[in-house]
């Protein structure tokens, strides 16, 4: 039996106001997958900064053992010269370098300080092989997609003799193809004797390819399952994870759908910086009161791209359509007016897009509609700290106060403090893009019941999701679209897997028809 590559003793992590780690152990076997399974706010992410030194030994209590070696790792290069690599859920990849370029950086093939270029290429073909990515090594970052960014930081990690690799969720923003790839990429590492420790709330990944599983809950270790002894199953993981039986996924809704308040006709949109290229082609869809309206459709088929642009026109060029609220056409040329007339746009990227991650939760809470805690443009402070208290207690915030710094939360946090700032605007229409990405089965649980909420009392919502289990879980009808173009529409009866990726893949040529008609 192989032995233990890593051991974490009794390790204690404090932040200011809040115990983020206490007296937790991980044991991991060499040549493993091991999973690292909690809620948002567990302690996870902080466990794997303290073990790849971005938390410097002298900054937590407990003690590190790699190889039966005890170490107290400065910074995180001290931990990769032994073959501990991490690659965080935010790549930290430069777009406007190249691939070889990006890989190593900080790693440059040099002698004498003159990069070797040549060098460079040859290595970076041979880990780019490694990974199963045909790319040139002289591609841009930016010009690939976020699937093939992820291979990149893996081939990154490789160019640094990996033995202990860790991804902190690294099928996040992955549509099911490239997840799928990245997955069995795992298992072929495996075979080659790399231990691997994953990060994910997918349940049905972590299944797949997973030895050990170690659940952590509140900063403490629960227990760690052995996949095939233990007869581990999804139930089981979650029980653990939220400490009680979720015997729903997707809790139910009976509230009653009114008329259509919120239409879009004939919508067209052009890529903001190649003016011939055409995003969104003829789209129409309508939402009715009290609905939750789904849109499916693969990475790259226009589904934030159309969304972003009803929004305030925030995506696009020669934006022509119509937009109807409630049978009155209305204008949304600007942010400010969308907000207006009573819609909001929850953004798949909550870190760039979402949130002001260096402010606080109350700022962030109240910043979509400061006039609703202002009199003559000025702002009542103590109004604003009711607001964003009873945000954060209603949404069920983990944090030590209102107070905290925004971009010291963690992802399912941080997610609720952007869904409680537009519900903080007092939306008719609320747009989610990618809600619950990156979130454990019990905050996304707490934002489902929202939605319901916000259904129940009249409201609008429209869900974007790549995941299919959700959008047929939450949505009442669901529009699918492909290439740009809604390709389908499907009632919650009539959907299914089988049918909704069926019209993933329809051509532009077919893919108007049901779709197009308002009911």
């Known amino acids: 039996m192989p032995g233990n590559i890593l051991e974490m003793r009794s390790i204690t992590k ?22 690292l399974m909690g809620e948002n706010g567990a302690g996870k992410s902080t466990l794997m900064k303290v073990l790849s030194g971005v938390y410097p030994h002298g900054t937590y209590e407990g003690d590190i053992l790699f190889k039966g070696q005890v170490c107290a790792f400065r910074d995180i290069k001290q931990s990769e010269e032994l073959g501990i690599v991490i690659i965080h859920q935010e790549l930290a990849l430069i777009p406007y370098l190249s691939i070889a370029e990006n890989i190593f950086l900080g790693n440059e093939q040099a002698k004498h300080g003159i ?18 990515l045909d790319e040139s090594p002289q591609t841009l970052v930016t010009d690939i997609g976020v699937g093939k960014q992820q291979l990149v930081e893996i081939a990154k990690a490789l160019s640094k003799k990996v033995q202990l690799l860790i991804l902190d969720e690294p099928t996040a923003a992955l549509n099911e193809e490239d997840s799928g ?42 227990e760690t399952l052995d996949v095939k002894l233990d007869q581990v199953n999804e139930d089981r993981i979650i029980k653990g ?54 849109i499916a459709g693969l990475m790259g088929s226009g589904r934030t791209e159309l969304a972003m642009s009803i929004f305030g026109r925030s995506y696009g060029k020669k934006i022509t359509g ?16 969308a907000i207006k007339h009573g819609i909001s746009y929850v953004t798949e990227d909550r870190k760039h897009y979402g949130l002001i991650l260096i402010d606080d939760i109350k700022r962030n809470i109240t910043l979509s509609n400061l006039g609703r805690i202002s009199r003559h443009t000025v702002v009542n402070d103590n109004e604003e700290i009711v607001q964003a208290e009873s945000f954060r207690q209603k949404m069920n915030i983990k944090s030590p106060s ?53 259904a129940a009392l009249g409201k609008g919502v429209l869900i974007i999701s790549s995941e299919l289990p959700e959008i047929l879980g939450m949505c009442d009808r669901i529009y699918i679209m492909s290439e740009g173009a809604i390709t389908g529409e499907l009632t919650r009866d009539e959907a299914s897997q089988e049918a909704i990726a069926k019209l993933m893949t329809k051509t532009r040529g077919n893919s108007r028809g049901h779709a197009d008609q308002a009911v």
Do not use: C
Not at 115 to 132: A, I, M, Y
Not at 183 to 188: A, I, R, V, Y
């Open 14 to 35: 404090t932040f200011p106001g809040v115990k983020a780690l206490s007296d937790v152990n991980l044991q991991v076997k060499e040549g493993e997958i091991h999973a």
């Open 115 to 132: 990069v070797n270029w040549h060098e460079t290429s040859v290595r970076t073909k041979e880990l780019l092989k490694k990974v199963g």
């Open 181 to 222: 790839n990245l997955l069995n990429l795992l298992l072929e590492f495996k075979k080659q004797g790399i231990t691997s420790i994953m990060i994910s709330h997918k349940l049905n990944e972590i299944s797949r390819v997973a030895d050990s599983i170690t659940i952590i809950r509140d900063g403490q270790t629960i």
């Open 241 to 294: 994870m939220v400490g009680r039986d979720l015997t729903q996924r997707y809790p139910s809704r009976s509230s009653p759908i009114g008329s259509v308040m919120f239409e879009v006709k004939d919508w067209n949109v052009y890529h903001p910086l190649h003016p011939d290229r055409k995003v969104i082609d003829q789209a129409h869809f309508h939402i009715k009161k009290g609905e939750v309206v789904g």
């Open 322 to 337: 119509q937009v109807l609220k409630d049978g009155r056409e209305i204008r949304l040329n600007s942010i400010p007016e």
């Open 402 to 454: 209102i107070l905290q710094k925004t971009g010291n939360l963690s992802g399912g946090n941080q997610q609720k403090v952007v869904l409680s700032k537009w519900m903080f605007a007092e939306p008719d229409i609320l747009i989610l893009d990618e809600p619950t990405r990156g979130i454990d089965v019990g905050a996304k649980y707490e934002i489902y019941t929202i939605i319901n909420d916000l």
